[in-house]
């Protein structure tokens, strides 16, 4: 398992987004028949980003090295695909006025994007970083001035390498280490930023992390991952808690990345491999929170969690959240196979018959109709609060014409047929009150580098030109009411 890249990995087991058009329909021909009006006017659009995925400045200003700094030059970057490294990136740290500019242009109306804990508090705990905390208060102030909401997310896979040295999210300590970052985040935003998510798809940094070794911290071991599995599923409560305590009138949340579930066929055993997948992909985070405890009577192996469990544990993985972000990607087919702890894997598109066309770049299927079976799934459990579309995208290669456009035509009819579905949730019931594209421009896709573009806008990582594409401008004339 340690050989294999994310691409590879989401083969195996669909992960990613941990995670089409429909069928019968050409993806370059969407049947779009919606508007923005049939949203709602409280209906919120965004675009979503991730602080190690697009600052650069890696060294800059008092920050210190975060898990993926490091893991980016482990083994002279053998990990990352062409040795790309997280170090410049989109250089958004220096650029964020330009890119707000061009996010406005699109007529989104909030920006997600997360903070580096390593910018802010440069040994993970104790000293605080005042030019990098100087660094968000530009940026919030940027938003507002613009009339962007500011949504945060507290924590997006970059841990402070300090702390990783320590055992990272294995060891215990991280509870209080992350609650002395969170307090101290939010009592410096929270005059200014009301929109706040816990942790981003914490399945993919954990189980990528610690249990595959693909993404850093590059581990492979089921203790570690059933400790950070443990210790993540209480911070994401404790998080919530201590946003309540400190920011007046915020909107709590924290994201969480799914998954439609098939299996391969209605063979017991290929059944049972989806049930355990859908353990993992999509319900380990979501029922603590809830109040239901883990789900391990779909997947034994997440019973030895008890072993790392204190006593009082179980009465503190519980928050009463705002919204949960739900993100999703692509659906899961999976079968029975002998992969140790989960015994099973998510099997490759072209393997079930899925043609090119609707396979994007991270080799993940097409399948707009995924989303909306997620919303229904979801939207089922009991005390429920509304959802939030946290991310939604794909990556496909793209190029600079010569009339100087991105023509990015598979992206366009996927945006349209993915929240086509979305609004078909909305029009069943489903209490979905937002939804936010993965993602504002082309930028760091973890152990894939910069050759997978999941942007709206294309940046030539040479030069740092930013071009809106064309599915960026689709949603700047369906955003204005003109599409
Ligand atoms: O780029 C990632 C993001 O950081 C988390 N969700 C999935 C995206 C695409 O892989």
């Not at 992390?209 to 210790?231: E, Q």
Request: hydrophobic share 40%; proline share 4%.
């Amino acid at each position: 398992m340690q050989d294999l890249n994310r691409r590879a990995f989401s083969k195996i087991i669909g992960l990613s987004g941990l995670s089409a058009f429909l069928p019968g329909i050409s993806p370059f021909l969407p049947d779009k028949k919606f508007t923005k009006s049939d949203f709602g006017p409280d209906f919120k659009w965004g675009v979503a980003t991730a602080a190690a995925q697009i600052e650069g400045a890696w060294d800059v200003d008092g920050k210190s090295p975060s898990v993926w700094d490091v893991f980016s030059r482990k083994k002279g970057g053998k990990k990352i695909k062409h040795r790309d490294t997280p170090s410049v990136s989109c250089d958004f740290y220096n650029r964020y006025e330009g890119d707000l500019d061009l996010l406005k242009q699109m007529n989104f109306d909030v920006f997600r994007f997360s903070t580096a804990w390593s910018r802010l508090l440069p040994e993970g705990i104790g000293r605080v970083n005042e030019k990098g905390f100087d660094f968000y208060d530009r940026v919030v102030d940027a938003c507002l001035e613009r009339s962007i909401e500011p949504w945060v997310t507290l924590y997006h896979w970059d841990i402070p390498q300090i702390l990783q040295d320590k055992g990272g999210w294995a060891n215990r300590d991280v509870v209080s280490w992350f609650e002395e970052y969170a307090d101290k985040v939010t009592r410096r935003l929270g005059d200014r930023v009301k929109n706040w998510m816990v942790l981003n798809e914490p399945t993919a940094f954990t189980a990528l992390g610690y249990l595959a070794g693909i993404h850093a911290p590059g581990k492979i071991s089921a203790k570690k991952f059933l400790k950070s599995v443990h210790h993540t599923t209480l911070v994401q409560a404790l998080g919530g808690k201590i946003i309540r305590d400190n920011v007046s009138d915020a909107n709590i949340g924290t994201t969480i990345s799914c998954s439609s579930m098939y299996s391969k066929n209605d063979k017991r055993r290929h059944v049972a491999a989806m049930k355990r997948m859908d353990v993992l992909l999509n319900r380990l985070y979501i029922e603590p929170a809830l109040g239901m405890g883990y789900p391990s009577e779909d997947w034994r192996f997440l019973r030895k969690i008890r072993r790392y469990m204190e006593e009082g544990d179980e009465d503190k993985l519980a928050f009463d959240f705002d919204f949960i972000g739900l993100q999703n990607y692509t659906r899961a087919n999976v079968k029975h196979v002998l992969l140790p702890y989960i015994w099973a894997i998510a099997r490759a598109p072209e393997k079930y018959g899925v043609p090119e066309l609707r396979i994007t770049e991270m080799n993940w299927e097409v399948y707009p109709e995924g989303i909306y079976e997620v919303l229904k799934t979801f939207s089922q459990y009991k005390n429920m609060p509304p959802i939030i579309v946290t991310e939604n995208g794909c990556a496909f290669e793209d190029k600079v014409f010569e009339d100087g456009h991105v023509h990015d035509v598979k992206r366009k009819a996927f945006y349209q047929e993915y929240i086509r579905q979305v609004l078909r949730a909305k029009q069943e019931g489903v209490d979905v009150r937002g939804y936010f594209a993965w993602t504002l421009m082309d930028n760091f896709e973890w152990a894939e580098g910069y050759e997978p573009r999941f942007g709206l806008i294309h940046v030539d990582f040479d030069t740092q030109q930013r071009i809106i594409k064309d599915s960026g401008l689709w949603f700047k004339d369906f955003l204005a009411g003109n599409d």
